[in-house]
Every structure is written in structure tokens, then in C-alpha cells.
């Protein structure tokens, strides 16, 4: 603990310990611990960063860690002493991936375990850290078989089945990468100076990609509203419109707000709907940041209805996010096999909800940020298959002739498009997404 003036403050340890266990232990997904830690804020920067990459470490390599753990500890841990299991699961991510000097991971996490009231263990963390620190790397195994580890067997199951086991393991190394930061920018601005101004890449398509960001808030045009916070494939969906200007479409489950943002900058007439208020209020603000005008409406996007049909509908449905697992490691502790039912019925639902609003030849494209089949393919070939009066309208290259740069199998035979992790790998990767784009009769 750090003392500061009249109050105690934390160490990055003690702060990663409890984001951890709130994480791991109470299913509370990162996001909403990191935004709601006042530990976490009251660090200084230096610490919050190192906390936030101890944490990141665990999550991304939690298989590999705890295999390395249960072979030094001659009895398992019981579940009420997940708090000793953290903090082991933190020394090991420093000692063996972070190059973190052993004198510092060791007494750090032994200093921790003591303050945490658990002094009668202060023996076990220091023996089992200063002993995986003494094997070196015969310690921790860093296989293909070891990296395996890291997804729950369901999941690495279904993408083995899905992708088959050479792209799952390239995967599953994409994951062990910090992502970097991709920017869309408004309509007419100039991706080459914008790149110049942010020290960033131009990515095919026009999107901009830092590795390093650091606070978005002060980057150059953000409270100019030039640009947005987008991964280069969820910037995909907008695109699949064609010329938007002045067409009437609507953006289902339209927080954080990105594709609107994308949509209202082509010229498009938006009505955004989600169902949180808070959610959309942060839309709003979003757009009032950009400079576009758009109409939002809270509601549950199964039951809306427009007062009249209009062109287009963007769905980007719920789901289990699992294409996102690069940039939010929790999720596949978070997640199990039976939540697929349920996000799988519902995205039924909306998809049921999103024709209707459509005129004659009006189009949908759907969209989820997931790598499951049941979430993607195989709902959207069985949803054809019960509507008589929907069709696939196939997504062609010379659409987006970018793509090919991205990747060469971005586009599968029928005329979808999946992204993957690991595509762009050299260049940093992408979200996993699944798209496809379907037209009214």
C-alpha cells in the first residue's frame, strides 16, 4: 500500500488483484470493473498502466498460467482461496512474461498476500514463485498445445471444428497481442494527413491504425469530432449499402455508435434505436462530438415500429462477442456454450423485427462480432430457408476491392463475409466478424 497525504492508496498489485477477482470470480466483465475502479483511477498513470497490463496478461494467458500452478502446488487451492490463486496467477505473468525483475514479482506478491490477511500463505507464494523463477522457461510451457490452454475446451472445440486447428491456433495467437487502436475518419477527411498528424498507418479501406494511442481524449481531432474509435472489420457493415445519401435507414442496437457515426457521415437519414437509455445517451453524445445529426429512440428493437418502411436496416446483433477476445480477454471466462441458445434466439428475433421495417427490395445487413457458427452461418442460412420472401444478396469484391489486401478469404463462396483475428496478422490483426447482407422481396 501507498500512503498519499491523508489516505491510503493501493499499489498496482493490490489494484490488479481485486479487478481480477471481481473478473474471474464474481463474472464481472473487465469493462465494467476498469470503468467503475476508484483504485484503479486514484493511481498515477505509470501504475494504472502497469495494473491494467497485469490483469490483461493473466486473462490472455490464464490456461498456461494455471497449468504452470498446479504443478507446484502439491495440494489444489480450494475455491474460497481464489484471492492466493490471483495473486500466484499475477507473479507468473510477471516472471515469465513481463520480464519483471524476480526480487520485485516475488516480494511484491508476497507483500500482497500478507496485506490481503492471508499471512499463513506468505510460505507457499514465496516458495512456488521463487521456484518457477529458478526453472526459467522449463517452468511455464509455451507450446502450441500449451496455448490450447487458454480458451475453455468448449470454445477451442467449436473454432477447431469451425476453422479447423492450424487457423484455430493462429487465432489463439493473435489473441496473446495487444490489438492496436483503429480510427475512422468523417466523411471528406484525408486519410494520408490524418496519418501524418497522428503518427498513424492508412489501413485499406481508409481507416487509420496506431499501435499506441494513449489517451484518445487528447489526440489530435478528437474534440473536433474528425474521427472515432472503430476496429477495422466492425467499419465493414456500413459499407455494404452503396450510396447512402439521403436513403431512411435504421441502426438496430446502435450503441456504442460507431456505424451510425459511419451511416449519418454517407449522407444516410439514421434513426438510431437501443434499448438502453444511457446506452444511446452515449450515442448522442458521440454524434454531438461529430457534428451529425441523427434521431434516436429508446426501445426494444424486436418490438419497434418505424412510422413507415424505410430502405436499409443495420443489425448489429448481440451476441457472444467472441471475435473481440484480442481487445477483452475476459470473455471466454465469462461465457459458456449454453449462452449461445439464448443470444442465438434472439438474434432470430431481430432479424425477424429488421425485415419488417424494410420496403420492397430493401436491404439488411447483419453483422456480430462473434466467431460462432450458430451466431453467424448456420443462423443466417436457416433463417433464408424459413422466409419465403428473403434472399442472400451476395457480397462481391469489386465492392470493396480493399478487402483483398486484408485478406484473400475474407469473402466465403456464397457471398458473406468473415473476418478472423488473425487476419492482417503482420499488420496487427482484426476483430473477428461475421456479415451478411440480405434483400426483401
Not at 303 to 323: E, I, N, R
Amino acid at each position: 500500500m501507498i500512503k498519499s497525504k491523508n489516505k491510503i492508496v493501493p499499489d498496482a498489485r493490490k489494484v490488479a488483484s481485486d479487478i481480477l477477482g471481481a473478473v474471474l470470480d464474481r463474472k464481472i466483465p473487465l469493462d465494467t470493473v476498469l470503468s467503475h475502479s476508484h483504485a484503479l483511477k486514484n493511481l498515477s498513470s505509470r501504475e494504472r498502466a502497469f495494473a491494467r497490463l497485469l490483469v490483461m496478461t493473466v486473462l490472455r494467458r490464464r490456461g498456461q498460467i494455471d497449468a504452470a500452478l498446479d504443478e507446484k502446488l502439491a495440494r489444489k487451492l480450494s475455491k474460497h482461496k481464489n484471492q492466493i490463486r490471483n495473486t500466484l496467477r499475477l507473479g507468473v505473468a510477471q516472471l515469465s512474461f513481463l520480464e519483471t525483475p524476480a526480487h520485485a514479482a516475488v516480494n511484491g506478491s508476497v507483500k500482497l498476500i500478507s496485506e490481503n490477511g492471508n499471512k499463513g500463505f506468505t510460505g507457499l507464494v514465496n516458495a512456488v514463485l521463487r521456484t518457477i523463477d529458478r526453472e526459467g522457461a522449463k517452468a511455464l510451457s509455451d507450446t502450441t498445445e500449451a496455448k490450447k490452454k487458454n480458451l475453455p475446451e468448449w470454445l477451442l472445440e467449436s473454432w477447431q471444428k469451425a476453422y479447423g486447428d492450424e487457423i484455430t491456433i493462429s487465432i489463439l495467437e493473435a489473441h496473446l497481442k495487444e490489438p492496436p487502436i483503429d480510427l475512422t475518419l468523417s466523411s471528406g477527411s484525408s486519410p494520408e494527413e490524418w496519418a501524418n498528424m497522428l503518427e498513424a498507418k492508412v489501413l485499406p479501406g481508409g481507416s487509420l491504425r496506431k499501435n499506441s494511442a494513449g489517451k484518445i481524449t487528447e489526440l489530435e481531432g478528437f474534440n473536433e469530432g474528425k474521427w472515432w474509435v472503430q476496429d477495422v472489420a466492425a467499419s465493414l457493415p456500413a459499407r455494404l449499402f452503396g450510396n447512402l445519401t439521403n436513403r431512411n435507414i435504421i441502426d438496430l442496437c446502435a450503441a456504442p455508435g460507431g456505424k451510425t457515426a459511419q451511416l449519418a457521415s454517407a449522407g444516410a437519414n439514421v434513426i438510431a434505436i437501443d434499448i438502453s437509455s444511457e446506452r444511446l445517451r452515449l450515442v448522442q453524445q458521440n454524434m454531438n462530438r461529430l457534428g451529425l445529426s441523427i434521431k434516436t429512440v429508446c426501445a426494444d428493437a424486436r418490438k419497434y415500429k418505424p412510422p413507415k418502411p424505410v430502405d436499409a436496416v443495420l443489425l448489429d446483433a448481440p451476441c457472444s462477442a467472441t471475435g473481440t477476445i484480442r481487445r477483452h480477454p475476459d470473455i471466454p471466462w465469462l461465457k459458456k456454450k449454453e449462452d449461445l441458445i439464448k443470444t442465438s434466439l434472439l438474434q432470430k428475433e431481430l432479424l425477424n423485427s429488421g425485415i419488417s421495417m424494410l420496403v420492397s427490395g430493401g436491404i439488411l445487413v447483419y453483422a456480430v462480432c462473434s466467431l460462432q457458427p450458430e451466431e453467424g452461418k448456420e443462423l443466417i442460412e436457416s433463417f433464408i430457408q424459413e422466409k419465403s420472401n428473403i434472399v442472400r444478396s451476395s457480397i462481391n469484391i469489386n465492392e470493396l476491392p480493399d478487402l483483398e489486401k486484408l485478406s484473400e478469404k475474407i469473402i466465403s463462396p456464397c457471398g458473406d463475409i468473415r473476418t478472423l483475428p488473425c487476419h492482417f496478422y503482420k499488420n496487427g490483426g482484426m476483430d473477428g466478424f461475421y456479415i451478411a447482407r440480405l434483400q426483401k422481396l
